[in-house]
């Protein structure tokens, strides 16, 4: 457990060393952390953006790729600080240009233990407790509210940013299934999932058709650098472990109410002064996502509810139930006895791979879409639930997972056999390379009494 209460502050001596050089050593810096609640990603990339800093180069230069203790063993970036360190402590910081960070791989437990327990285990706090605490006006959204409107009603932009936080809340859950999504694409392995990139963040307002003639790509790209480098923003991510040149699902939500008020003003410059900010965001819902991105992404969903409604596939699932929990039990990396099993879906593509299935019957843009079927009760993005980890599946989600992909393989290769069948042999192939169903073979002398 975390030892932050009663802790003094904590700084560790950071050296930091080329991936591949062998820990020589190119800078040392001493790096404050507070009581240390930080996860060792912190650490990373707090060090690589402190070297930029220090060089004078720009902020996404130096990417980190793994944090290692002083005798070089590198370290799970999951792991709190203030867990396997102390104050004065020697800390050793690879990095490389990137692009992706910390593909050094480790030895130990994936995740911190949890916070708080209860009598029945881990307790967790509701599901958007996150975004509900956000402080819009910190994020800067304050200053979008139209000097007019502040001028008749001095409380407007405290009441105007209580309804984009609302509106925020109503969306959230398809948001964060569209930036899900997003995120795939373009992607070659499964731990480029979960975050978008400025031409991912472009590529979700062409296909919502919020770029228009009047509001064009080039200011979307302006919204993007701009969110990303607020000093909010960099403030934020150097307390959680997300990388400096690329959106979260905060940043990206952020990130949409600015292109909802800069397009509002763009195609109606005559009412622009005189609407809400929320009367903005709604405009870009309702105008865009609701009329373009949504409706798509429903239609992809939508070809797997005939073959997820199919009784006899439900109950060979049933049937199967304790076969996959096993399955995914040999996907877990190692983990706190006592808390749920939840696998992320990077580590999952490993084991797809390995199954013969993600390269094979399906990439990682259609994993994208058979995911959000395993993590959605329903087909219809307006009902999506904002779930706090889209990454992680546990035993209900893996079978609905599972499922998708038998329904994804049987619609897209035109599979002859009935969906139940094909789903047997699906589940038959996949228990077996896993190593949890084992044929045995019959030996021949049983049958020559």
């Known amino acids: 457990m975390s030892r932050a209460m009663g802790m003094a502050s904590m700084r560790l001596k950071v050296h930091l060393s080329p991936m591949g050089s062998g820990l020589t050593v190119d800078e040392t810096l001493d790096l404050y952390c507070g009581t240390g609640e930080q996860i060792l990603q912190w650490v990373g990339y707090a060090a690589c953006a402190r070297l930029a800093y220090k060089r004078g180069d720009v902020y996404g230069k130096f990417v980190p790729q793994a944090v290692m203790n002083k005798d070089g063993q590198p370290q799970d970036v999951d792991i709190v600080v203030n867990e396997i360190f102390h104050d004065g402590n020697e800390v050793f910081v690879e990095f490389s240009s990137g692009p992706m960070p910390f593909r050094v791989r480790w030895e130990g437990r994936p995740h911190t233990p949890p916070f708080k327990w209860g009598e029945y285990g881990e307790e967790l706090p509701p599901h958007d407790t996150w975004l509900r605490s956000v402080d819009l006006k910190a994020e800067g959204l304050g200053g979008l509210i139209e000097p007019v409107l502040v001028k008749t009603d001095p409380q407007v932009v405290e009441k105007d940013l209580e309804m984009v936080k609302e509106l925020m809340l109503k969306h959230a859950g398809s948001l964060q299934m569209l930036f899900w999504v997003q995120s795939s694409e373009g992607a070659s392995s499964g731990d ?187 087909t219809d993005p307006e009902n999506f639930v904002l779930h706090p980890q889209p990454l992680e599946y546990n035993y209900q989600e893996f079978e609905r997972l599972l499922l998708g992909i038998a329904i994804h393989v049987h619609v897209t290769k035109k599979k002859e056999k009935p969906f139940e069948e094909f789903l047997g042999e699906v589940l038959d192939s996949i228990f077996k390379k896993a190593g949890v169903l084992v044929e045995v073979s019959k030996d021949k002398g049983d049958g020559d009494d």
């Not at 960099?234 to 905060?250: E, H, P, Q, V």
């Open 192 to 378: 480029q999932l979960g975050h978008i990139t400025l031409p991912q963040f472009r590529g979700i307002m062409q296909s919502s058709k919020a770029i228009t003639p009047r509001f064009l790509p080039e200011k979307v790209d302006e919204i993007f650098t701009s969110v990303a480098t607020s000093e909010q923003t960099l403030a934020r991510k150097a307390d959680n472990n997300s990388g400096f040149s690329a959106f979260n699902l905060l940043d990206f939500l952020i990130g949409v109410v600015h292109v909802a008020y800069h397009r509002f003003s763009a195609e109606n410059p005559q009412q622009a002064s005189y609407t809400q900010l929320s009367g903005k965001l709604s405009a870009l819902m309702k105008e865009c996502f609701s009329m373009y991105s949504l409706p798509e992404l429903q239609r992809k969903l939508d070809r797997f509810r005939p073959a997820a409604e199919n009784t006899a596939a439900a109950m060979l699932m049933q049937r199967g139930r304790k076969l996959v929990e096993q399955t995914l039990d040999t996907c877990q990396l190692k983990r706190v006895k006592s808390s749920e099993v939840k696998v992320e879906l990077r580590w999952l593509c490993n084991h797809l791979q390995r199954w013969g299935l993600l390269g094979r019957d399906f990439n990682l843009q259609e994993l994208a879409i058979i995911a959000v079927f395993a993590k959605q009760t329903e």
